[in-house]
């Protein structure tokens, strides 16, 4: 018997059409891999306020709606930190017209030398939105410690006088407030990126 034409037609048509929804469903059921290290209990991430380099005091919350991404370090850092901030600036600009819904703060961990002046020459050499934030010893210890920051000053015979040894992840907080993602130093700027687009389209 001669099977006509249409029929043949409807059923390589089913074929593809099945082909498809499984390629899409599965797609849609594998979890995504996040490239940081990922809270597997998200924390309200702790509130804290300081002095901005444009002059100005803010708090963590001031950013709620906006994913924040919370740097420690500070402006005479020989090479962590400039890598860490140049990385984020990479993946801030890979974002193209989703840049905006992302913050980058630093929170200097040496407010004897980085005043505001330096701070905004340097945070601005990264990226015009970037903020470096300043308080006194002990506002910076307390926004530090609830985030498991460690630092402290370290002798040096360098030029640069003495460095400050401190941890160097950069913590993630999404829209609602919430500690989500961590990189530790020497995530790729392609990886924080992949990550923040995540976070952008949920």
């Not at 005479?76 to 703060?105: E, M």
């Not at 910076?140 to 941890?167: C, M, R, W």
Request: charged share 15%; hydrophobic share 45%.
């Amino acid at each position: 018997m001669k099977i006509k034409p249409w029929i043949i037609f409807a059923m390589l048509a089913g074929f593809v059409l099945i082909g498809a929804t499984a390629f899409l469903g599965g797609r849609l059921l594998t979890p995504y891999e996040f490239h940081g290290a990922i809270l597997q209990s998200p924390q309200p991430a702790h509130n804290f306020s300081l002095m901005s380099h444009v002059g100005q005091r803010v708090a963590l919350n001031d950013f709620r709606g906006k994913i924040v991404l919370v740097y420690f370090g500070y402006t005479i850092c020989p090479y962590v930190c400039p890598t860490t901030l140049a990385d984020l600036s990479k993946a801030r600009k890979s974002l193209g017209k989703d840049a905006d819904q992302i913050q980058v703060i630093m929170v200097t961990v040496d407010p004897e030398r980085d005043t505001l002046p330096v701070l905004a020459d340097y945070m601005t050499h990264f990226h015009p939105s970037f903020l470096g934030l300043t308080g006194t010893p002990d506002e910076i210890a307390q926004a530090a410690t609830p985030f498991g920051v460690f630092y402290e000053k370290e002798n040096s015979d360098s030029a640069l006088g003495y460095l400050v040894n401190h941890t160097a992840n950069v913590m993630v907080i999404d829209r609602q407030g919430y500690l989500r993602i961590v990189f530790p130093f020497g995530t790729t700027a392609e990886d924080i990126a992949a990550d923040l687009k995540y976070l952008i389209q949920k």
